[in-house]
């Protein structure tokens, strides 16, 4: 099993809910770190269909454990299947002062029903696909190829096509089908694998609602729906400081995992060269750096800047403290840079980076007081998590 580099550090007694997208390895993980816990599986048909129904059998069975069962957190995975438990949970907490760690796929079917979310009494983390850190031996084309879900990144070549279909078809049948959240499930599908072409562009909803036959509050509803199961992120343009003429409302959407959109967009990543490896490798930077974040709890925005003569930067975080520009180039050149060295220009006090698969990490001056710092891939992501980078 790789070690995962979460860290549920949180004080005796204290709630949490665990978030992430199907297969990232939250259920290996609390088994694996807890082993000694109760475990309640809502993917379990008997046990789900028990509490739907008797939502109050959840606490009768619980207080007939022994106490050294109810001082261990009290693991239940899947928790927005019977939303009701909640209810027995925050009972639990307040007169029991049980400790539960609530896992899930989607806060969606929680909020969508006025659920009683804990009011504060559970802290929240965030599981993701695997990062850098966690594997031995990184392979970047395979982590491009096959994606980050533990599962595909560790599958033989030959079956990865046929295992991410099966991870398609099950997220359409499990999440979206028998939660109930959209009623035609053929547009969502037609909607799922625009999302994947998409992947790492400049919305236009308009557009996407014509491509797909449907409107275009239909779209936005679609977006949040992967969002809400954790399968997408939205990135925001930054733009604090306008003295360009800027693009400043269209977000930026990616999907959660590399090796899912590029099966969804029918891509292939051949080598680490081109123009779709050159995206993927934008996309799988992004993933690092937003694991980095949620898993360390950090508050800092990730944006990208881009005006509408195409001068762009691909990530800006915080209050313009990095500019982060991604080439899957052997060796980057000046020329290549515009982007970055515009935004530089206008926010003197940004540091600013271009991650690629340069050899060795060196210095481009930009003018007579200001750099920007080439750094090989596996060195950027080495001093990110190392937290050298913000």
Known sequence: MLKRILDINAPIGQSLFLWGARQTGKSSYLKAYFPTSLYIDLLNTQLYLKYLQSPHLFREELLQQSAEKLSLPIIIDEIQKVPMLLDEVHWLIENKHCQFILCGSSARKLKSQSTNLLGGRAWIYHFYPLVYPEIPDFNLLKALQQGLLPKYYLQAPQFIGQ??????DAYLTDEIRNEGLVRNLASFSQFLTVSGLCSGDMINMSNIARDCHINRNTVQNYFQILIDTLLGYFIYPYHQKVKRDLIVSMPKFYLFDVGVANYLAARKVIELKGEVAGRSFEHYILMEIMAYKNINHYRFDITYWRTKTGLEVDFI??????????KI????????LSGIIAFLEENPKSRGFVISQDQAARQISINKNDTITVLPWREFLSLLWDRKII
């Open 329 to 336: 180039n052997q060796q980057v050149h000046k020329q290549d």
């Open 317 to 326: 975080l915080g209050d313009a403290e990095i500019a982060i520009e991604v």
């Open 163 to 168: 295992a991410l279909q099966g991870y398609i």
